[in-house]
């Protein structure tokens, strides 16, 4: 990879590495029994300015480029997909679409508390009714004096519960389709109000609340269980005018632009568990033996770990390159597509082999294989299914190939 990453890149992945396996893994297989958000790690992170990589330094972040926040998610999720999935929503879904869409008071305003990590942030999009169907929004909102008031409700929001500062999307001109869509920036309070303030981290006094918006029960997941996952309700939420992000009927371009840069975050954040679940299996065959022989002795498993170490040089490839063209201002929309579609399909094949190499073991959670499988298949659905994916990338195709 050195095509891709200087030394400098290379000293920061080692400090996201050491601090993942001095930090994270101790306490990973408790926080996913207990379905337990890691405030104490999101404090060091936040403290180490992890929650802001890619945004400029004038805004509180630290000015790196974007490849240096792909290699701090994959780093992460290598041990704990949980850990990585909240510093990945809360940077390209709850931050950057404020970075790349608000005006400079809105950036100055808002960024700092995100990029600083006093508070967690997410992006309200996905609703009961309209998933892959992002185009069918229904949340409503109503012009008001000085305003807008939206009501409806957003589902599998990261964060919904702990974070403060979200950008939702309600449909401004019914008919419209797409085109009547637009972004607000809300704020609510966290709903572990006293963690946060023991800690010192996810809460600030003085951001002005949201009338009308709040979170709803805890999802309780298959993986990512360390993560916050809610509903988000709007009621009657009224927002002024100067929340209004990007111009009115800009929101579904404007969240496509979000997740073209997400969704090479989630094939980072795959691509860490491909990884991770590589590397448990290859030290697993070294040390356990069968019919008087090593697991390694065995061709077959041999193999298996020759396709999986294959498939993650590709997708390190694909991911890298996409973060790459991010970085220099080019175009990157089916590259991102291509990476999240391989990385996350690698995911769940490398994970589910490792526990296949490791037996009756890799089953259990004596071993951090089985959390990883269960954590890989949300990465073939969430930021657009692998059909979306496959949908995204044939239409570049036509469109590169005949103009259309």
Not at 219 to 235: H, N, P, Q, V, Y
Request: glycine content about 12%; hydrophobic content about 40%.
């Amino acid at each position: 990879m050195n095509r891709y990453l200087t030394d400098e890149h290379k000293e920061f992945q080692e400090e996201i590495r050491q601090f993942a396996e001095e930090e994270i893994r101790p306490v990973s297989r408790e926080l996913d029994e207990k379905a337990q958000f890691p405030w104490e790690n999101v404090r060091t992170m936040a403290q180490k300015g992890w929650m802001g990589i890619p945004v400029p330094e004038e805004y509180g972040g630290l000015g790196r480029d974007y490849l240096s926040y792909i290699i701090a998610v994959e780093e992460l999720a290598r041990v704990d997909a949980s850990h990585s999935i909240t510093v990945s929503a809360h940077t390209t879904l709850g931050t950057s679409p404020i970075l790349y869409f608000g005006t400079e008071a809105q950036k100055r305003k808002w960024i700092p508390y995100l990029a600083e990590g006093k508070v967690l942030g997410g992006f309200g999009l996905t609703e009961p009714g309209a998933g892959s169907d992002a185009s069918g929004t229904r949340t409503r909102a109503v012009r008001s004096d000085g305003g807008w008031i939206l009501n409806g409700s957003k589902i599998f929001i990261t964060h919904a519960g702990v974070g403060e500062i979200f950008v939702v999307t309600a449909m401004t001109e019914p008919g419209q389709g797409s085109k009547g869509i637009t972004s607000f920036i809300v704020s609510k309070p966290t709903v572990d109000l006293d963690r946060a303030e023991a800690l010192g981290v996810g809460h600030a006094l003085d951001l002005e609340y949201t009338s009308g918006l709040r979170a709803g029960n805890k999802e309780d997941k298959l993986g990512w269980r360390a993560s916050d996952t809610r509903e988000l309700f709007l009621e009657d939420a009224f927002v002024p005018e100067e929340n209004q992000l990007g111009e009115e009927g800009q929101g579904f371009i404007n969240f496509m632009k979000t997740l073209d840069a997400g969704r090479v975050g989630v094939a980072a954040l795959s691509l860490g568990l491909a990884v991770g679940a590589f590397e448990e299996a290859l030290k697993y065959t070294q040390e356990r033996e069968q019919f008087g022989q090593r697991l390694w002795d065995f061709q077959a498993v041999q193999f298996r770990l020759a396709d999986i170490a294959t498939d993650i040089q590709a997708g390190k490839h694909l991911t890298y390159h996409a973060a790459w063209l991010q970085d220099q201002g080019r175009p990157f929309g089916k590259e991102a597509a291509m990476a999240k579609l391989f990385c996350s399909e690698l995911s769940m094949r490398a994970t589910t082999q490792a526990v296949q190499i490791l037996g009756g073991v890799g089953y259990t959670q004596d071993y951090p294989v089985e959390r990883m499988m269960r954590d890989a298949k949300v990465c073939e659905i969430g930021e657009g299914t692998s059909e979306i994916q496959r949908i995204v990338i044939g239409r570049h195709l036509v469109r590169e190939a005949f103009g259309i």
